[in-house]
């Protein structure tokens, strides 16, 4: 059985609570399970036994004290990605990598319009030196090497992502400070000298370190699981917001560019 | 005859030395000395001599070669003209008389110029029909080419040609031809419809006549203008150009008396008129993933100016954000949907639902608007069958179909159907000739009642999916699935998106090239060409009428569904109308402007410094007749035999070259000393030294 075909993979898991009496209680201690595509798995045990703890974090809505667990949401090996707008990837070093075939696909996708966004959520495990580099980080340029990836640049403070809901001037996730690198827009500073783009000039591509997922995740009452960094409850506001914005500008593309010659083209309209 | 003695020695030179040296100073020692019969062994000696030279009386039988000659006949239309045909047949009459008398020439007669059908530009090309006639030929037995033309050669060399004998060029016509003549000086290919378009024109009339002239100015068949012009000089023009598509701007000037044609009084320019900043609103409902689809096809058509709003949030929607943290635009509703609406060339309504955004009475006004000529698109989603659907709005007026209240969510290939096939939308889709068609699965059909109008595809259960309609002038079109977008991601392989939107946004804006019922009709060289673009089994045939006012019949033939075509071969330059049912056409036929008729009048200029540089010349055929516009009787110039070094041409003589090639046909050959002759010779001369030695 090859990782293609699961959808859950769990290694050594383990979950501890504190109640709020104090008392810490041992969920999962030391689970390992595999749950296959498609397969109809039951998890059976007594009341107390974790499964709500287990599934909880196969849903990502509590996070692991150790072990590893994925949930692989979209196989890219495998599934129809045409059907997603924006494909959001975690770079998870743990994770095996994707083969050539699977990577020939995610190239595939963007050139036909599709966006991946990758998030490698090592804002602060970057060293401090120029040449330190995560193993997330690593692992992009892995995944990069073998991609059709545009120049890219840090979003400009006149790029639609900044205004195609929010007003956003950066967009932080559980960390903030990385900036969210886009395809760097041609030279397009004259209106009248604008260039002819083959596409509509929507990123392939984005590139962030903040973990945006982390800042996203919520319990079943809404409250946030991660706290942000550093903890400032803006921070999730604006973390939320920027992944509105970027939605928006997958399905509305430069919609928000354009609207400042909308005055201009009903200013024209009837002469 | 050609007589000559060669010596074939039986035995080599060195040999023939060694024996007949040493004899030979014996000999002439004896006559020195005076010895006796000494002559009588010189005598023998000369005898043996001549008998091992062994000479050889030869007679070559040699047949002389003939130059070849070529008269090119210019038979191009310009040669048509008044009496050129008659004098130039005349003229190759007697000139084929009088080289048949001259039995060193073989006469070539090279007919050239004759346009073929389909030919666009007619030109008249001698010279390569020169190069054709001698190309079997070697340079040294070309006697020469006689051209008989009204000097109008289009691929004349100003300067020597490649052709190495003399080159006579006979011109037909007369020196005091006239002739008037109309051509565009500027014509643009393209221009916007309804706007004036700039040209400019030129009348050239022979022998530096000047004076005003009028010109009548037609567009499409139908007369506007009548212009005054200055002979000789570039004259601007505006014309409106009034439909898009191909337009025909035709001139022409009356006729003169005594002019040459009439075929050069006429100018064609053909514009192609297009259509410039279509307007389109596009309405989405909600961001949704197709709608950077329809977004990204109508901003990359140049010929559209995209107006698009998105509701991004709906006016109910409040969730205390500040709104200055938001980037969200008002949606000017009434200056779209009341002042500008009829500025607009088609509204898309991309899965709009109906929402407090947009007051009642506008649908109305939407509804109105298509009425009067206006086009709507309705690309449909789960919305439209749903509460809020903008079917359940005033706006219903305009609908072609209401939804059943049905979303059918299985995967389906979209396919034509029977009227679809010939729809000029949906014809010939690509990928649409296969089963399954190659292209993508779509996964959602919105169910609708009864539609009106034109069903062109079909979608799950044979469902309507693309439905075409027309409500008083304007026109409907409503897309029953939105996952058009699934093409466009290459879901599958994708799909042809782009053509199926395209052709969809442009019908609606009523683009001729998509109308239902087209006649177009054009010229290819002399043949017209008519297509018929319908929906109905069989147009019937077309009718014509020529540019004299003849009129004929062609018939359509099937070449697709929905495409007939028929061709007709014609022989009259002008336009042709053509008409089928309620439709008619305009078709030039013919060259336009081609070199062939714009200057028609008989010249010696082209051809005179070819023709000179070659040591030949270039003569009218006939002076003009006393009253100056006919030509007057042919006179040929006789024809003299040159040597290769002499002059060519005279006053009233043209000269053809002779070749000295020759071709051998037999060689006799008698040895003078050999049989009994030599050796009869030979033993009576020794036998008389001996004889003499002996007393």
Not at chain 2, 292 to 297: A, F, M, P
Not at chain 2, 392 to 411: D, F, N
Not at chain 2, 553 to 577: A, H, M, N, W
């Amino acid at each position: 059985m090859s990782d293609g075909d699961l959808s859950v993979i769990a290694k050594n898991l383990r979950k501890t609570f504190r109640r709020d009496t104090g008392e810490t209680v041992e969920a999962l201690a030391d689970v390992s399970l595999d749950v296959r595509r498609g397969a109809l798995t039951a998890l059976v045990g007594p009341d107390g036994a974790g499964k709500t703890t287990l599934l909880r974090l196969a849903c990502g809505l509590i996070v692991p004290d150790g072990g590893n667990l994925q949930v692989i949401g979209v196989d890219i090996a495998k599934d129809e990605l045409s059907f997603y707008p924006l494909i959001y990837w975690p770079i998870d070093p743990a994770a095996p990598m994707p083969s050539q075939a699977a990577i020939a696909r995610i190239d595939a996708y963007m050139q036909q319009g599709g966006t991946v966004l990758f998030d490698t959520r090592d804002q602060f495990s970057n060293g401090i030196g120029a040449d330190s580099t995560s193993p997330a980080t690593e692992r992009l340029r892995d995944i990069l090497g073998n991609l059709n990836v545009p120049p890219l640049e840090p979003v400009p403070s006149d790029h639609v992502l900044t205004k195609s809901f929010f007003i956003l001037p950066e967009f932080p996730g559980r960390f903030a400070g990385s900036p969210l690198w886009v395809e760097a827009s041609l030279e397009a500073s004259n209106a009248d000298n604008r260039p002819v783009r083959v596409g509509d000039g929507v990123s392939p591509i984005m590139i962030t370190a903040n973990d945006f997922a982390g800042a996203w995740a919520v319990d079943e009452n809404g409250d946030p699981l991660l706290p942000t960094v550093p903890n400032d409850p803006m921070q999730r506001v604006y973390a939320l917001r920027a992944g509105v914005n970027i939605m928006m500008y997958m399905l509305t593309g430069n919609y928000k560019s354009d609207q400042v010659h909308v005055p201009v083209l009903l200013e024209r309209l009837g002469q | 005859m050609n007589w000559s003695i060669s010596f074939e020695p039986l035995i080599s030179w060195p040999l023939l030395a060694a024996v007949l040296v040493p004899l030979a100073l014996l000999a002439l020692a004896g006559l020195w000395f005076g010895q006796r019969g000494a002559v009588l062994r010189l005598v023998a000696l000369a005898a043996l001599a001549a008998a091992l030279f062994n000479p050889v009386f030869l007679d070559e039988s040699r047949e002389p070669l003939k130059s070849v000659v070529a008269l090119i006949v210019d038979r191009s239309p310009s040669q048509d003209i008044g009496e050129r045909t008659r004098q130039t047949d005349e003229a190759l009459a007697g000139l084929q008389q009088r080289l048949g008398r001259f039995n060193q020439f073989d006469v070539r007669v090279v007919e050239a110029g004759k346009p073929e059908a389909a030919e666009e530009r007619t030109e008249t090309r001698l010279f390569s029909a020169l190069e054709g006639a001698f190309r079997d030929v070697p340079p040294s037995r070309i006697g020469g080419a006689i051209m008989i033309t009204d000097g109008q050669v289009h691929d004349a060399p100003t300067g020597a040609p490649d052709f190495h004998a003399p080159l006579h060029a006979l011109i037909t016509g007369h020196e005091h031809e006239k002739d008037r003549r109309i051509r565009f000086e500027n014509a643009p290919r393209f221009g916007l419809v309804g706007k004036p378009l700039d040209m400019s024109y030129r009348v050239i009339a022979t022998g530096g006549e000047t004076g005003p002239v009028d010109v009548r100015v037609s567009v499409n068949g139908q007369q506007v203008s009548v212009e005054h012009a200055i002979i000789g000089q570039a004259t601007p023009l505006q014309v409106t150009i009034p439909t898009a598509g191909r337009n025909i701007i035709e001139l022409a000037i009356d006729r003169e008396p005594g002019e040459l044609t009439e075929t050069n009084n006429r100018a064609i320019a053909l514009v192609d008129g297009i259509r410039e900043n279509l307007r389109v609103l596009l309405v989405s409902g909600e961001p949704h993933a197709g709608e950077r689809t329809w977004r990204n096809l109508l901003k990359s058509d140049a010929s559209v100016d995209l107006v698009h709003f998105t509701i991004l949030r709906p006016p109910e929607k409040q969730d205390g954000t500040p709104i200055n943290e938001l980037s969200l635009i008002a949606f000017p509703t009434r200056e779209l949907f009341v002042e500008k609406i009829k500025d607009f060339d088609l509204i898309i309504f991309d899965r709009y639902q109906h929402r407090d955004v947009l007051p009642i009475l506008y649908y109305d006004y939407i509804s109105e608007y298509v009425e009067k000529g206006g086009a709507l698109l309705i690309a449909a989603g789960p919305e439209y069958a749903g509460e809020s659907s903008i079917a359940r709005t005033p706006l219903m007026a305009a609908l072609p179909a209401m939804p059943s209240g049905e979303i059918v969510e299985k995967a389906f290939y979209p396919r034509l159907t029977d009227i679809g096939q010939r729809h000029p939308v949906t014809r010939g889709l690509d990928g649409s000739s296969s089963e399954p068609p190659r292209w993508s699965r779509w996964f959602r059909t919105i169910g609708v009642q009864n539609p009106e109008g034109q069903v062109v595809m079909k979608g799950a259960d044979n469902r309507p999916l693309l439905v075409l309609d027309r409500k008083g002038e304007g026109r409907v079109g409503m897309l029953l699935s939105d996952q058009g977008w699934l093409w466009a991601r290459g879901f599958e392989g994708g799909g042809p998106h782009v053509q199926l939107y395209r052709r969809i946004a442009h019908w609606l804006m009523k683009e001729p090239e998509l109308e239902e019922e087209r006649l177009t009709a054009d010229g290819r060289g002399m043949t017209l060409d008519i297509r018929r673009q319908t929906m109905s089994d069989d147009p019937g045939p077309a009718q014509i009428i020529t540019p004299s006012g003849k009129t004929m019949t062609v018939k359509l033939d099937k070449s697709e569904p929905g495409i007939f075509l028929g061709s007709v071969q014609t022989s009259e330059i002008g336009l042709y109308q053509v008409a089928n049912g309620d439709l008619t056409a305009l078709a030039h036929v013919g060259p336009i402007n081609a070199p062939e008729f714009a200057d028609v009048v008989s010249t010696e200029d082209r051809l005179k410094a070819p023709a000179e540089a070659t040591g030949g010349s270039v003569r009218r055929l006939a002076s003009p007749s006393a009253s100056g516009d006919q030509p007057g009787p042919v006179v040929l110039p006789s024809i003299v035999p040159v040597r290769a070094s002499a002059d060519a041409a005279g006053a009233d003589w043209i000269g053809l070259r002779t070749t000295d090639d020759s071709v051998l046909k037999a060689v006799s050959r008698v040895p003078l000393f050999g049989g009994f002759l030599g050796l009869g010779l030979l033993l009576l001369a020794m036998g008389s030294m001996w004889y003499r030695e002996g007393r």
